[in-house]
């Protein structure tokens, strides 16, 4: 389920968005009724959490009663008359009372008064209510959104290696454990060769790199299993179609990554030593480390050398060196990514002193570290 928060109050935010988690529910936010506009034009939404006292246009204050009532007039002019559940969550009780027949003919579904209670009507009961309620109405409406799309064929990305986990487009594929051995498969077949390919092993090369105790169909049932593992998570995450071969292929000899695949190394270390691989690959066997400079090109001056940078934040070093000022909603919208992945890379670049986050004016935006 995905909501759109419209909400201008920061500590309210924070509660709804434990809420939310809670529920398992994916949000947007907009604090203002601009923004709010153009979130509902561009996405879909299951319903609204809606504060009625919201500014007209962000950054300029002035919070109106009337402008959450203009939303409301929108939505139902997009979406359709009740199509879209609108929670209406108000801390102005009489005032608010006061307006609920207009406010329950201009299309609001359930109010619920800030703050939140913590026990009976709490805002999770209130959701679910909702929702319920909703899919009995619009049984047509539940279905639709009960019935996922099509899955859009899966066109590569990046494998990005961290300290404990291996995430593929964002999404974690493997996690570092002592159980079986798919975390130092990929450690393995990340590597390059001479000419910058992927390094292709055989199923007894890769067994005995992994240890030296495995035979090849033990590798092979964990290569399987891996693929299992990968594919079952891009169709269930990201709705797309993953065919066993699209990452690690071994048709033509060996075991590989496909060129559609984008090795990011953010960990800094090396992969498993391979024992006695020699021999027993397919190709080119000398492996080669990748460089961990970012080789950043354009008019930035802040990047450190020797700083290893993934694409997206390249871009965002960029854009900011151009004066552009950037939020972290663009780079998800640039690269079509997880919010979680943006801000794991904004973090990092924090970290890495190489831009620093402006609050003012909101919703802040991020800009080049001033040395």
């Not at 209670?117 to 279905?143: M, Y």
């Not at 498969?185 to 990340?190: E, G, T």
């Not at 021999?279 to 950043?296: Q, S």
Request: glycine share 8%.
């Amino acid at each position: 389920m995905r909501t759109l928060v419209v909400e201008d109050d920061g500590e309210i935010m924070k509660s709804v968005e434990d809420t939310l988690l809670g529920l398992g529910h994916k949000h947007d936010w907009a604090d203002n009724l601009q923004d709010a506009k153009q979130l509902l034009e561009a996405n879909h939404y299951d319903y609204v959490l809606l504060d009625l006292q919201i500014p007209a246009q962000p950054n300029r204050g002035f919070a109106k009663i009337e402008h959450g009532r203009s939303l409301l007039e929108s939505i139902q002019h997009v979406k359709g008359n009740g199509r879209l559940p609108i929670i209406i969550m108000t801390g102005y009780g009489k005032q608010c009372l006061d307006q609920t027949v207009e406010l329950l003919a201009l299309g609001a579904t359930q109010f619920i008064s800030k703050p939140f209670p913590e026990t009976g009507r709490t805002l999770a009961r209130v959701i679910q209510d909702v929702l319920a309620e909703h899919r009995r109405r619009f049984p047509d409406a539940a279905a639709a959104v009960n019935q996922p799309p099509k899955a859009a064929p899966f066109g590569g990305g990046p494998l990005a290696f961290y300290p404990d986990h291996i995430e593929l487009c964002g999404e974690t594929i493997v996690e570092r454990t002592h159980r079986g051995h798919a975390w130092a498969v990929l450690h393995l077949l990340r590597e390059r060769n001479s000419r910058s390919n992927y390094v292709r092993l055989s199923g007894e090369a890769l067994a005995k790199a992994v240890n030296r105790g495995l035979g090849q169909n033990a590798i092979a049932q964990c290569v399987a299993a891996l693929r299992e593992r990968i594919t079952t998570t891009v169709r269930d995450r990201l709705n797309l179609a993953c065919g066993k071969h699209d990452v690690i292929d071994n048709r033509g000899g060996g075991y590989h990554l496909t060129p559609k695949i984008i090795v990011e190394i953010h960990d800094g270390e090396q992969a498993p030593p391979a024992e006695n691989v020699t021999g027993h690959v397919t190709g080119d066997t000398g492996v080669t480390k990748p460089n961990a400079a970012a080789n950043v090109t354009g008019d930035m001056k802040n990047v450190t050398p020797g700083v290893s940078l993934n694409e997206r934040q390249k871009w965002v070093l960029t854009r900011l060196a151009s004066d552009a000022k950037i939020t972290r909603l663009d780079v998800e919208k640039q690269f079509d990514v997880a919010a979680r992945t943006v801000k794991r890379d904004l973090k990092n670049l924090l970290g890495l002193g190489l831009v620093e986050f402006a609050a003012k004016p909101r919703p802040g935006h991020y800009r080049l570290a001033k040395r």
